[in-house]
């Protein structure tokens, strides 16, 4: 029988976390979000606290942690913002991992310390615009090889911490033959690499997230990231693993529409009385802890099956789309029991519900999610 309660390493990790976001996070992300600010002293906290390197070894400069562990961290930060959540969710499962899993020994002593420790951030370019979710079949960016170079051409969208002043590089996707896709590492500044201007985002307004260019970039042969021809099944892997993340992500989002409402409702008076003695409060409430609750179940379960190595990319698919939906629908249930002020970008449940919809589409929309759930179950069309 699965046991799911915490380590004591593991509920003093949660509950440090849990008082940063608390005693950090909280008094400032609301200002920043309005200016659309990166949150580079939060940032740098996290790096301190030792977060970015949870799931890495100690002689990487990593916590020696799993990844179960950030996952915590990342719940515990959602339940105050998610913009700070999904800047260490990307720095870490979308950055660092692809480096560690499929990365050259040199290329993890060259780059992981600096990532661990929160000093730099990677991103990972993988969505093109014309793509979609159908990602080889969408996929123009090219790398060719010349003389001991990549050479690479093409363009990346919606890309995570990849313009920050402190980006290192990006793990660049691309076709280096027929059918053939390959990751290469392209550092910051490398000529012809074009960073675009910030998107204007609906919610996340403090993440970073922007469209490349790629322009005859030259990268050395040795940027190359694992066996030639393997980058498909690589972000294959690093999906499967991000999206327990983002399910993580999902579940603080949703239980901090839980927090928020609780607080609310026992000070927020209407006919006489505070609006939490009202019954059809206190169901909509109950359902939305029931959601948080079964989503939280959801990504332990599948987290634990990776943790064991057993198959888990249906559990994590589960994971995300439960999660994800219980983000949504208690972000619009918090904002109706707050009602005019749930509108208001100064409570934290207006960031929520601007920010729950894109869990529905990143790292896998809700559609992909039931067909990954449908081919495990031995259906195909």
């Not at 970008?345 to 992909?368: C, P």
């Amino acid at each position: 029988m699965i046991d799911f309660r915490l380590t004591d390493e593991q509920e003093a990790l949660r509950r440090t976390v849990a008082e940063f976001a608390r005693e950090v996070v909280a008094p400032v992300i609301g200002d920043l979000y309005e200016r659309g600010e990166f949150p580079y002293e939060i940032v740098a906290g996290m790096g301190k606290m030792g977060l970015f390197g949870l799931p890495f070894p100690e002689e990487y400069g990593g916590m020696g942690g799993d990844y179960f562990t950030l996952c915590l961290a990342l719940e515990e930060l959602a339940r105050v913002d998610s913009s700070v959540s999904i800047t260490l969710e990307a720095g870490v499962s979308l950055g660092a991992m692809p480096i560690f899993r499929f990365g050259s020994e040199e290329q993890k002593r060259t780059w992981l310390p600096r990532l661990c420790s929160g000093e730099r951030l990677a991103a990972f370019g993988l969505t093109e615009a014309g793509g979609g979710s159908d990602v080889p079949g969408g996929m123009r960016t090219t790398a060719r090889l010349e003389d001991g170079h990549w050479i690479i051409n093409g363009s990346k969208s919606f890309i995570t911490n990849s313009g920050t002043d402190i980006t290192a590089f990006v793990t660049v996707t691309a076709l280096t033959g027929e059918r053939e896709i390959s990751t290469i590492i392209v550092p910051s500044g490398t000529p012809g690499f074009r960073v675009g201007r910030k998107y204007s985002k609906v919610g996340w307004s403090s993440s970073d997230t922007r469209e490349l260019s790629f322009d005859d970039v030259r990268v050395p042969e040795e940027n190359l990231v694992g066996p030639r021809g393997r980058g498909y099944a690589q972000f294959l892997r690093i999906l499967d693993e991000g999206r327990i993340a983002i399910a993580a992500l999902s579940v603080g989002l949703a239980q901090g529409c839980v927090d928020e409402c609780l607080r609310y409702v026992r000070e927020r008076e209407a006919f006489g009385r505070a609006i939490g003695e009202y019954q059809a409060i206190q169901f909509k409430i109950a359902d939305m802890e029931v959601r948080a609750h079964t989503a939280r179940a959801a990504y332990y379960l599948a987290a634990a099956r990776m943790l064991i190595g057993e198959p888990f990319k249906k559990e994590a698919a589960i994971a995300k789309l439960v999660a994800s939906n219980a983000a949504m629908d208690n972000s619009r249930d918090a904002t109706q029991i707050f009602g005019g002020y749930g509108f208001m970008n100064e409570y934290a449940v207006g960031r929520f519900y601007r920010d729950a919809k894109i869990l529905e589409i990143g790292e896998g929309t809700s559609e992909v999610q039931r067909m990954i759930i449908a081919r495990q179950l031995g259906l195909s069309g």
